[in-house]
């Protein structure tokens, strides 16, 4: 069900048996009974959310996604989530690196999905394309001042072709990266999900023009068997005349 605010904002609420459970046993349980009624390759998709671990963490610790521990882990590393910073989250669907961030201390936080994502504290999510005319305005309109990290998570939906799957992710990031260098604030920073492969040419060149340290790097908890790894692009540099 979804309802429009005051702000024409898209609220969205899940019908109540799609709703995160706060403990593992409801999950759990419900997943028990549905196994027998689902094909091999779903049968599969569940056995594997069962038995990892991140996914048994994350309904623990309450978070909408394992994905929340892929952005702690980043930070653990590269120190991105300051305290105070203005965060945008593009690709933010369910919500998971929200979370994390306004547990880190992030004074404001945008996002904008394909997918509604329910409300989470003062934070503000748009149902949209970032890259429809008007949604960046949109997203800096809601923030109310230059973001000092902006987070992409943003991936194509899999074809079954790695090549492909990589050349639509990195095209995605590179939106993200676009998005970056026109809206940082100077000495802020960028992390983008790509596709392990060799298409990342303009996406390097650009973040490497603007930012004063750029690495790859893939947390613990992304899955061995997937082809994500993420950009980190530390120390904007700032816009020309800016």
């Given at each position: 069900?979804?309802?429009?605010?005051?702000?024409?904002?898209?609220?969205?609420?899940?019908?109540?048996?799609?709703?995160?459970?706060?403990?593992?046993?409801?999950?759990?349980?419900?997943?028990?009974?549905?196994?027998?009624?689902?094909?091999k390759s779903s049968r599969q998709w569940v056995e594997r959310q069962l038995n990892d671990p991140y996914v048994r963490r994350a309904i623990e610790a309450g978070y909408r996604a394992r994905a929340a521990y892929k952005l702690l882990e980043i930070d653990e590393k590269f120190s991105v989530l300051r305290r105070g910073v203005r965060v945008v989250d593009l690709g933010c669907a369910p919500g998971g690196w929200a979370q994390v961030a306004?547990?880190?201390?992030?004074?404001?936080?945008?996002?904008?999905?394909?997918?509604?994502?329910?409300?989470?504290?003062?934070?503000?999510?748009?149902?949209?394309?970032?890259?429809?005319?008007?949604?960046?305005d949109r997203l800096m309109a809601a923030l109310g001042a230059a973001p000092g990290l902006v987070l992409s998570d943003m991936a194509a939906d899999t074809t079954g072709h790695r090549q492909t799957d990589h050349v639509r992710t990195?095209?995605?990031?590179?939106?993200?990266?676009r998005f970056a260098v026109a809206h940082l604030a100077r000495g802020g920073?960028?992390?983008?999900?790509?596709?392990?492969?060799?298409?990342?040419?303009?996406?390097?060149?650009?973040?490497?023009?603007?930012?004063?340290?750029?690495?790859?790097?893939?947390?613990?908890s992304s899955r061995p068997e997937s082809p994500e790894t993420f950009v980190i692009a530390r120390g904007f540099r700032g816009r020309q005349g800016s």
């Amino acid at each position: 069900m979804s309802t429009e605010d005051e702000s024409g904002r898209r609220r969205w609420s899940p019908p109540e048996d799609a709703r995160a459970p706060v403990g593992g046993r409801t999950l759990a349980k419900k997943q028990k009974v549905r196994r027998k009624q689902l094909g091999k390759s779903s049968r599969q998709w569940v056995e594997r959310q069962l038995n990892d671990p991140y996914v048994r963490r994350a309904i623990e610790a309450g978070y909408r996604a394992r994905a929340a521990y892929k952005l702690l882990e980043i930070d653990e590393k590269f120190s991105v989530l300051r305290r105070g910073v203005r965060v945008v989250d593009l690709g933010c669907a369910p919500g998971g690196w929200a979370q994390v961030a306004l547990e880190k201390g992030a004074q404001a936080i945008v996002g904008v999905d394909l997918l509604p994502v329910e409300p989470l504290g003062d934070a503000v999510f748009f149902q949209g394309d970032m890259t429809e005319p008007g949604m960046p305005d949109r997203l800096m309109a809601a923030l109310g001042a230059a973001p000092g990290l902006v987070l992409s998570d943003m991936a194509a939906d899999t074809t079954g072709h790695r090549q492909t799957d990589h050349v639509r992710t990195v095209a995605l990031a590179e939106e993200g990266a676009r998005f970056a260098v026109a809206h940082l604030a100077r000495g802020g920073d960028f992390i983008g999900k790509v596709f392990q492969g060799g298409a990342q040419g303009e996406l390097l060149e650009l973040l490497k023009a603007h930012f004063g340290d750029v690495r790859h790097w893939k947390p613990p908890s992304s899955r061995p068997e997937s082809p994500e790894t993420f950009v980190i692009a530390r120390g904007f540099r700032g816009r020309q005349g800016s």
